[in-house]
């Protein structure tokens, strides 16, 4: 009798998997030629507010022509580390690519969040023949490492944002001001709560689950004990955790 490699979908599998969403800044991105050939390349990424991949690429390139052809797409993360890369975590995601307006308010909530994950793209995101494109998510496979495979749906990925409109707007002065405020708390959720090195850490980014912290092309999730909708729930969950990072450090 055959054994089912894939194991049961739990809250560790979805943990890990939106956790290599969140924090993968680049990702092999396979699009489908004209003549139904897959084309494998390499992307900068980030995330929307709910887990969303987004993209910056050029009409030059040639995955930019197929996905407006063929918006089926798959993305590879796999951030790998020491030793075999097969022993690291990664995921495939299913996707559907989808153009994003500059001048809507999606548009530039987009802008903003991608290039506070990849700052360099500052110097082209603005050129003509650069688009964003939002990758919507479909069923994903997850390798957690040998025997770790599970098969998981959109929902298993992205954060609810359906109660988090008042968060999503204030998501832009709740990161500068901790920033700009509050960076030493910001330090320690780096150092006291995740383990890295000291440094000048920032947050790049919230949504209902947790934060990103950036240092160079480092990229750390901090993620929730329980999900936030409101800038209250916001506060009051940074609060708790500078305490908890104090108490530890």
Same mark, same amino acid.
């Given at each position: 009798m055959a054994i089912d490699p894939i194991r049961p979908t739990d809250a560790t599998a979805r943990g890990l998997a939106k956790t290599l @969403?969140?924090?993968?800044?680049?990702a092999a991105l396979a699009t489908l030629t004209r003549e139904g050939h897959p084309?494998?390349?390499? /992307?900068?990424?980030?995330?929307?507010?709910?887990? /969303?991949?987004?993209i910056l690429i050029s009409a030059l390139s040639g995955h930019t022509g197929n996905l407006?052809?063929?918006?089926?797409?798959? @993305?590879?993360?796999?951030?790998?580390?020491?030793?075999?890369?097969?022993?690291?975590?990664?995921?495939?995601?299913q996707v559907r690519a989808q153009k994003v307006e500059r001048d809507s308010a999606e548009g530039r909530r987009i802008r903003r969040r991608f290039l506070a994950r990849?700052?360099?793209?500052?110097?082209?995101?603005d050129f003509p023949d650069f688009s964003f494109f939002a990758l919507r998510l479909g069923r994903a496979s997850l390798?957690?490492?040998?025997?770790?495979?599970?098969?998981?749906?959109?929902?298993d990925l992205?954060?609810?944002? /359906?109660?988090?409109?008042? @968060?999503?707007?204030?998501?832009?002065?709740?990161v500068a001001h901790m920033n700009a405020d509050h960076a030493d708390a910001v330090r320690l959720y780096a150092?006291?709560?995740?383990?890295?090195?000291?440094?000048?850490? #920032?947050?790049?980014?919230?949504?209902?689950?947790?934060?990103?912290?950036?240092?160079?092309?480092?990229? @750390? #999730?901090?993620?929730?004990?329980?999900?936030? /909708?409101?800038?209250?729930?916001?506060?009051?969950?940074?609060?708790?955790l500078a305490a908890k990072a104090r108490a530890g450090s």
């Amino acid at each position: 009798m055959a054994i089912d490699p894939i194991r049961p979908t739990d809250a560790t599998a979805r943990g890990l998997a939106k956790t290599l @969403l969140r924090s993968t800044r680049s990702a092999a991105l396979a699009t489908l030629t004209r003549e139904g050939h897959p084309f494998a390349s390499l /992307t900068s990424l980030a995330t929307d507010v709910d887990g /969303t991949p987004l993209i910056l690429i050029s009409a030059l390139s040639g995955h930019t022509g197929n996905l407006e052809a063929d918006p089926r797409a798959s @993305l590879l993360l796999a951030p790998g580390g020491k030793g075999d890369p097969l022993a690291h975590p990664r995921i495939t995601l299913q996707v559907r690519a989808q153009k994003v307006e500059r001048d809507s308010a999606e548009g530039r909530r987009i802008r903003r969040r991608f290039l506070a994950r990849q700052p360099k793209a500052s110097l082209y995101a603005d050129f003509p023949d650069f688009s964003f494109f939002a990758l919507r998510l479909g069923r994903a496979s997850l390798n957690g490492g040998f025997g770790k495979a599970y098969e998981l749906e959109a929902a298993d990925l992205v954060s609810d944002c /359906t109660q988090a409109q008042a @968060l999503i707007e204030a998501e832009e002065g709740a990161v500068a001001h901790m920033n700009a405020d509050h960076a030493d708390a910001v330090r320690l959720y780096a150092t006291a709560l995740l383990g890295a090195k000291d440094g000048a850490w #920032r947050i790049s980014s919230l949504d209902p689950d947790g934060c990103d912290l950036s240092l160079g092309d480092k990229v @750390l #999730r901090l993620n929730f004990d329980e999900p936030v /909708t409101s800038p209250d729930a916001l506060r009051k969950t940074l609060v708790a955790l500078a305490a908890k990072a104090r108490a530890g450090s």
